[in-house]
């Protein structure tokens, strides 16, 4: 049983590197697919122009200039470049453990801190999100970004075991 538990984390922790690495390679190769949103967002464009006399209330809080957003985009995706690294190197870890090379402890830990980061991730996009209130106008984005966060809370509830 010990063995197939280790198989099932490193193929749970392994689908979540999957989906991230995507995500990553995405945004280090077309940017502009993502950063366009990312910035409309902290624009809060689509909000001032669907809902005026709310953005009225927090107009404040909108990020226009361009150079910040381009920084905020690169943060984001070298957070998620270190989630998935860390991701990797715990399938890594719980792939040595399932075969007898290393300590399925060591594994999960790894494995458990790069959920932790992807979870943080998706978790932070909520927090800010609801900043620049995207609920008004991103309603998609802030759905992606819940159920992202659940599926890392999932698998670091999974990892503990």
Not at 16 to 21: F, G, H, P
Not at 120 to 142: R, S
Not at 147 to 159: N, R
Request: a negative charge; aromatic letters at 12%; glycine letters at 10%.
């Amino acid at each position: 049983m010990d063995q197939m538990l280790i198989a099932a984390q490193a193929l749970a922790t392994g689908l979540v590197a999957s989906w991230l690495t995507l995500g990553v390679r995405d945004n280090i190769l077309h940017p502009s697919v993502n950063e366009t949103y990312t910035a409309e967002v902290m624009e809060m464009s689509r909000m001032r122009a669907e809902y005026p006399e709310a953005f009225a209330h927090v107009a404040h809080r909108a990020v226009t200039n361009r150079r910040q957003q381009h920084l905020a985009f690169r943060i984001v995706v070298a957070a998620e470049l270190v989630a998935t690294l860390v991701l990797w190197a715990g399938v890594i870890g719980l792939g040595m453990a399932l075969f007898g090379f290393g300590s399925a402890e060591t594994g999960r830990s790894i494995a458990l801190a790069g959920a932790m980061l992807f979870t943080a991730v998706w978790g932070g996009f909520l927090v800010v999100g609801n900043h620049f209130c995207y609920w008004f106008c991103h309603e998609g984005a802030q759905n992606t970004h819940y159920q992202m966060t659940l599926w890392g809370v999932g698998t670091m509830i999974f990892l503990a075991l």
